[in-house]
């Protein structure tokens, strides 16, 4: 069956530190994969988005990644902030079909410590 | 625009009743989700429409639960009866569709007692 798997343990770095979030899936062909933060008490909030055909992606401090051979995706947070503290998760999009049908990890807590 | 409005913000009900849960979204955004998350499960697909017409409803958990969008600004999700195991935290998203991301509402938070 699909499943998609972040890290379940909570993220402590120190400020100033670069964080290194972990989405891995399996049995799945995702045309896209988007990360969201989410804020206690709020809905997910769209960060990036990259495509099955691209390596690497970059937006201000944030950069991800997506092998597709290894079937992984890595989301950098550089120069971490204490309010970069929130919970990342990770959305694969199988883009099949023309309509969309996103699935979301569990998300990963990433407490940046100053 | 002011986002993908939600409400209520807090639904407490008992065991039994009809929820009805309300869901605005972006205007031009073809595409409208229901979510429902909680700790156990996390975000879960419920169901989801395409220029207003429901497009997959496999993720609704039971006859309990429909959902409607009678037009392009508006969609309801409604539970009846409710039960407690239905206490979760309801999200509502839009989209243009294509290689863009999801736009949350900021949720119901319901609970059955």
């Known amino acids: 069956s699909q499943k998609i798997e972040q890290n379940s343990e909570a993220l402590n770095i120190q400020e100033g530190k670069t964080a290194t979030l972990t989405c891995n899936y399996t049995n799945y062909s995702p045309a896209y994969l988007q990360w969201y933060r989410q804020d206690p008490g709020r809905g997910p909030v769209f960060l990036l988005l990259?495509?099955?055909?691209?390596k690497e992606k970059r937006k201000e401090r944030l950069k991800v990644t997506f092998d597709t051979t290894l079937k992984q995706s890595l989301f950098h947070i550089t120069a971490s902030q204490p309010a970069d503290s929130a919970t990342y998760l990770c959305a694969l999009d199988p883009d099949s079909g023309g309509y969309q049908k996103v699935t979301f990890g569990t998300g990963t807590k990433l407490q940046v410590i100053p | 625009d002011a986002g993908v409005i939600q409400s209520p913000r807090h639904e407490v009900t008992e065991m039994g009743q009809e929820v009805t849960l309300r869901c605005k979204p972006i205007s031009g955004h073809d595409y409208l989700f229901w979510y429902r998350q909680t700790m156990m499960r996390g975000l879960e697909l419920l169901i989801y429409?395409?220029?207003?017409?429901?497009?997959?409803d496999s993720g609704m958990p039971e006859d309990r639960f429909s959902a409607k969008m009678p037009n392009a600004s508006f969609s309801t999700l409604k539970i009846q009866p409710s039960e407690p195991r239905d206490s979760a935290v309801y999200f509502c998203a839009s989209s243009l569709g294509g290689a863009s991301g999801y736009t949350f509402g900021s949720g119901t938070r319901l609970t059955v007692v």
């Open positions: 990259i495509r099955e055909n691209e």
């Open positions: 429409f395409n220029n207003n017409v429901p497009i997959d």
